[in-house]
């Protein structure tokens, strides 16, 4: 999947020149875990959100189910600032975020 984006202003002139460069989407993959040992709810779903885009705009969220080892991966994901979250968690609350070896809450 290929991506680009970008705003500018019309101005009623007609726009000349214009080049558009896209660059490939990337991949967002990690381990849902609940502390203790627990079980994964069958419920669970991993979205990855772009923090700045239009709602309803293609690739504005994306989502994956989370089998019962907890692993999900969602590939395609555009450049630029993002929002993760998981749903589906029931009474769970998320103790941590980790991001390489840096906690990301």
């Known amino acids: 999947t290929l991506f680009t984006s970008t705003g500018f202003t019309m101005?009623?002139?007609d726009v000349e020149g214009?080049?558009?460069e896209f660059v490939p989407g990337g991949t967002v993959q990690g381990v849902v875990e609940?502390?203790?040992g627990g079980a994964v709810p069958?419920?669970?779903r991993v979205a990855v959100s772009q923090?700045?885009?239009i709602a309803g705009t293609?690739?504005?969220t994306m989502t994956a189910a989370v089998p019962p080892d907890g692993r999900f991966?969602?590939?395609g994901v555009p450049p630029g600032r993002l929002r993760v979250g998981v749903t589906g968690l029931g009474a769970l609350a998320v103790r941590s975020a980790m991001v390489g070896d840096?906690?990301?809450l």
């Open 42 to 44: 069958p419920a669970a």
């Open 58 to 60: 293609p690739g504005a």
């Open 11 to 13: 101005l009623g002139d």
């Open 18 to 20: 214009l080049r558009v």
């Open 51 to 53: 923090v700045d885009a």
């Open 102 to 104: 840096r906690d990301a």
């Open 34 to 36: 609940v502390a203790g």
């Open 73 to 75: 991966m969602i590939e």
